[in-house]
């Protein structure tokens, strides 16, 4: 136990991705090239708009490409932040193709530092792009396989929109103007709580959603999360996105059993903050996740009481038919009941979508996302102590 906890505080004070340009937003640029290159405030503005459209609108990788900014500065940049494509994109470690057309990608940020994304297009063009807001989890939610793995470290904000770039890379999705574009939404879905991690989820959302940015709208950016209630005032007022609440049960003693934090932040105060959720409103409704269960929360008796539950709240509801992962301790409910408890929800007046699972085939489905980060860090210590 001693030894995780300390692998955990010493891979979290890693050093990130050397020091670029990625990732940071539009104030920190600035500030980053007035250090740098001495450029006075007007100036430094200047450049970072350039630079942000070169980078997040071309997706250039090399900064020879920046053809409206002038050759000496090129040369500098070049020289001060090297190769643009060796720091820019995580390493694809591995990608595995779907026969339902998602795309799991494994990323590779620094040794031993792992996390998935999942790209699931939509009928038409149309995707949305799940992306990982830490390599692990602190939170233990028993349905879920990536809160078996510890937190590893958070991911930076050029981690995290780095899994656009790199998606939008392998999709051929340059520039992020063009119309027709496939990946048209961000949901954060993948590993980790992303409330836990707000102030680089924060600066994410920023630069992904910046027109000069990847010009993905705050509307089309969904955060989800497991109800860390301190925090979710602050992501509306920040952010704008939409917000996703997994809440998979209707009283609190069976939600400590599947979501553990509900302990410290029970429904009543859950629901209290998704009723003052910034900006909530019929336009922009909440949605609520419920992982269906057989024989645990997919009763019709449970159906009923959410609806009374959600009640005054501007809300969708998606059932998740459970998936399943090695040994995980759960079945999922049958699928006569999820139709039964989705209309029973629907007759009250709320959008019920079943969620169809997407890349099964290939582990990429909601909750079956986890890498071996911590057992490869575990057995590198264990290599450097036998040397
Ligand atoms: N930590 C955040 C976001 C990542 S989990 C959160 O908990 O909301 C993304 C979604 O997948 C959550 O709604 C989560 O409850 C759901 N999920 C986790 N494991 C699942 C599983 N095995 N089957 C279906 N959905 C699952
Ligand atoms: Fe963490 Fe979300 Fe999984 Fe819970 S459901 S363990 S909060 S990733």
Redesign the pocket.
């Known amino acids: 136990m001693t030894v995780s906890l300390d692998l955990n505080t010493a891979a979290r004070n890693l050093p990130d991705t050397p020091k670029g340009l990625i990732g940071l937003t539009r104030e920190k640029m600035a500030t980053q090239l007035s250090d740098d290159f001495g450029l006075d405030s007007k100036q430094a503005r200047m450049r970072t708009s350039q630079i942000f459209r070169w980078l997040y609108n071309f997706g250039v990788t090399d900064f020879g490409s920046m053809s409206n900014v002038s050759k000496n500065l090129k040369a500098s940049l070049t020289q001060r932040y090297g190769q643009l494509s060796e720091i820019a994109r995580p390493e694809i470690a591995e990608r595995q193709i779907s026969t339902d057309g998602t795309r799991k990608y494994l990323l590779r940020f620094a040794p031993g530092i792992e996390a998935e994304c999942v790209f699931i297009p939509d009928v038409g063009r149309s995707g949305a792009l799940c992306v990982s807001s830490?390599v692990g989890?602190?939170?233990?939610?028993t349905?879920?396989?990536?809160?078996t793995q510890k937190l590893v470290r958070n991911l930076t904000p050029a981690e995290i929109v780095g899994q656009v770039m790199v998606v939008k890379d392998d999709l051929e999705e340059w520039p992020s103007t063009e119309h027709g574009r496939q990946l048209t939404n961000i949901v954060f879905m993948g590993?980790?709580?992303p409330l836990y991690n707000l102030d680089n989820v924060s600066e994410a959302i920023e630069i992904i959603s910046d027109n000069e940015g990847l010009g993905i709208s705050r509307r089309r950016i969904t955060v989800?999360?497991?109800g860390i209630v301190p925090e979710m005032e602050r992501l509306g007022e920040e952010t704008q996105a939409m917000l996703a609440i997994?809440l998979h049960a209707t009283n609190d003693d069976l939600r400590d059993v599947l979501?553990p934090?509900n302990r410290k932040y029970p429904l009543a105060q859950l629901l209290e903050a998704c009723r003052t959720y910034p900006g909530v409103s019929n336009a922009r409704r909440i949605t609520f996740e419920y992982v269906m269960l057989k024989g645990v929360n997919d009763s019709k008796a449970e159906a009923r009481k959410l609806v009374s539950l959600l009640k005054g709240i501007p809300a969708k509801i998606n059932l998740i038919p459970f998936n399943p992962w090695p040994d995980s301790p759960y079945e999922c409910s049958d699928w006569e009941t999820i139709e039964e408890f989705a209309d029973i929800v629907n007759r009250a007046g709320y959008a019920s979508p079943i969620r169809t699972p997407r890349g099964r085939d290939i582990a990429a489905a909601c909750?079956q996302l986890k890498t071996e980060s911590i057992k490869q860090r575990a057995s590198e210590r264990r290599k450097e102590a036998l040397t």
């Open positions: 830490q989890c602190t939170l233990n939610c349905f879920c396989h990536t809160g590993m980790g709580e989800s999360t497991s997994s979501v934090i909750g």
